[in-house]
């Protein structure tokens, strides 16, 4: 749903006069130097990017998921970097407060993450809890008016620079799988809370993620988000639903940055005396890399259009995630393919992307657990005919 077309298009067209001018000739020195300049970072805040799916009460711009789609698909098109250092805040890092999150803690907390003033992380995963997310191991000790946390946490984005965390642990130790977990918002600065160094790795330099090491850590009772323990899973996936439309839309960007890029390049690169733009086996990357952005991006917009209207995409949602990322690595690799030796040098913006989006088919779900997700839903509808498109 696009609420005010009009307004709308010139948030958008603000959106991608940044990315393409602003962002774009950083990109390089962005994934050479592991960093986002400061004062890129500063022109995000100013143009509202961190608080783009805030709602509008707490001072963010409260956009429906079809335009939070349409801003992904825009915000994705440089360097996958950029978008992670505001994208917590305006996803997975805000969305559990927005779903359930009492109201002191929303009036609290939103804003300074809409604003930029605060960056948020999202802390699920562990060591020996990554696919299977209710096999927490970080436990949370009831003490009084307290509880006492104690676990590590791995690979969480922005966790060397965030301020607030969201973090899982299991209140009731005699609960199984999911029941029993409750989310925790713990800011920086709390005792018993530190974040190690950022990992090294494959791609998206600039983003930060690294652990979360709570070692007796003591928040009050009121720092569980929603106020209620237990309900920590159904908050975590009520983010991840909505995470995975963003996704899709963060994978679509780079496919089109890379058609466009092996267009390019095709019509340029000489040999045997022509293009290689002319050679039909050239067209067929390019021409089968075009279909499946364009189908990527049709189920992500009707997709976004029925979470608007209240339907539960919860299926869909995850056929957005399996398919976007899993069409973003096969353009990726074509785009390797046109650019020939070239593209698998370093500085390459083919070789850049093939790195960075591979990360996409991994985390918020890998392709294999959505595929179990999609087949369990699809026959399980498929009795009472759901599971039609
Ligand atoms: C750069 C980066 C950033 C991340 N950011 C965050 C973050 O901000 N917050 C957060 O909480 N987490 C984050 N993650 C963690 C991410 O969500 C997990 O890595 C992911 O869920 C997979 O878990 P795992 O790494 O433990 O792999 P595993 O669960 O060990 O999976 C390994 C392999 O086994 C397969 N597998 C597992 N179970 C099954 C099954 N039942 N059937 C078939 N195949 C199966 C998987 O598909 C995969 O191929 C991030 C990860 C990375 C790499």
Do not use: W
């Amino acid at each position: 749903m696009i609420r005010h077309p009009e307004q709308f298009a010139a948030q958008l067209a603000e959106v991608r006069a940044f990315v393409q001018t602003e962002c774009r000739p950083l990109e390089q020195e962005i994934d050479r130097t592991d960093e986002i300049p400061e004062p890129l970072v500063e022109r995000m805040r100013t143009i509202g990017l961190f608080g783009h799916s805030i709602p509008e009460a707490y001072g963010g711009a409260g956009l429906t998921s079809e335009e939070l789609s349409l801003v992904n698909i825009e915000v994705s098109q440089v360097a996958t970097t950029i978008r992670a250092r505001f994208g917590g805040n305006t996803g997975i890092a805000s969305e559990s407060l927005v779903v359930d999150g009492t109201e002191a803690q929303k009036r609290k907390y939103l804003p300074q993450l809409a604003s930029g003033a605060v960056t948020g992380c999202f802390a699920l995963t562990e060591p020996e809890a990554g696919s299977d997310a209710t096999a927490q191991k970080t436990v949370a000790v009831r003490d009084g008016d307290d509880y006492v946390i104690t676990g590590t946490k791995c690979y969480i984005t922005n966790a060397p620079l965030a301020n607030l965390f969201t973090v899982f642990a299991r209140t009731d130790p005699a609960a199984k799988g999911a029941a029993g977990i409750s989310a925790f918002l713990i800011e920086r600065g709390t005792p018993g809370l530190s974040t190690p160094p950022a990992y090294r790795k494959m791609g998206q330099h600039g983003s930060p993620v690294g652990e979360v090491v709570l070692e007796r850590c003591r928040v009050p009772a009121s720092a569980i988000v929603g106020g209620e323990p237990g309900q920590g899973f159904k908050t975590a996936m009520k983010a991840l639903n909505k995470q995975r439309i963003n996704l899709a839309g963060l994978c679509i960007g780079p496919a089109i940055r890379l058609v466009e890029e092996m267009v390019a390049r095709a019509q340029s690169r000489r040999q045997f005396g022509q293009a290689i733009g002319e050679f039909q086996l050239v067209q067929q990357m390019i021409a089968e890399s075009n279909v499946e952005v364009h189908a990527a991006r049709a189920l992500l917009l009707e997709t976004a259009r029925k979470r608007d209207d209240g339907i539960d995409v919860t299926m869909e949602a995850s056929m957005c995630k399996l398919f976007a990322s899993e069409m973003c690595g096969r353009v990726a690799d074509r785009a390797v393919q046109v650019f020939g030796g070239g593209g698998y040098i370093a500085d390459n913006v083919a070789e850049r992307f093939y790195r960075d989006v591979r990360l996409f088919r991994l985390y918020e779900g890998t392709s294999q657990i959505h595929l179990i997700n999609i087949a369990k839903r699809t026959m399980a509808l498929a009795s009472r005919s759901e599971a039609r498109p």
